[in-house]
Nanobody, 124 residues
Framework: QVQLVESGGGLVQAGGSLRLSCAAS????????MGWFRQAPGKEREFVAA????????YYTDTVKGRFTISRDNAKNTVFLQMNSLKPEDTAVYYCAGGGSVGFYSDHANYNYWGQGTQVTVSS
């Protein structure tokens, strides 16, 4: 079993930055594909970014490419999401997810483990 705990959310003005962290405990974190998803009120959960177990491959949804960066520190069992140039449409609860196959990195059903979520609110 893997437990995931997100932190770093908050309220920021448009154009600002936030860095989300996801701390993992339990089974071997470094073996897992890790991803970030988000869910805005009234909308379905959507893929944001994912990173392979080694950190050598990263994947992003088109709307965040060039603004968000996913990274991981396997020695600290932590995955990060650096979010720059934030827009009001980035407002959502952000979830960390782990496990699953890298071939289905954007499918939320692919992930075995989920955090509780952290709220990100971007004001205009």
């Amino acid at each position: 079993q893997v437990q995931l705990v997100e932190s770093g959310g908050g309220l920021v003005q448009a154009g600002g930055s936030l860095r989300l962290s996801c701390a993992a405990s339990g089974r071997t974190f470094s073996n897992y594909l890790m991803g970030w998803f988000r869910q805005a009120p009234g909308k379905e959960r959507e893929f944001v970014a994912a990173i392979s177990w080694s950190g050598g491959y990263t994947y992003y949804t088109d709307t965040v490419k060039g603004r968000f960066t996913i990274s991981r520190d396997n020695a600290k069992n932590t995955v990060f999401l650096q979010m720059n140039s934030l827009k009001p449409e980035d407002t959502a609860v952000y979830y960390c997810a782990g496990g699953g196959s890298v071939g289905f990195y954007s499918d939320h059903a692919n992930y075995n483990y989920w955090g509780q979520g952290t709220q990100v609110t971007v004001s205009s």
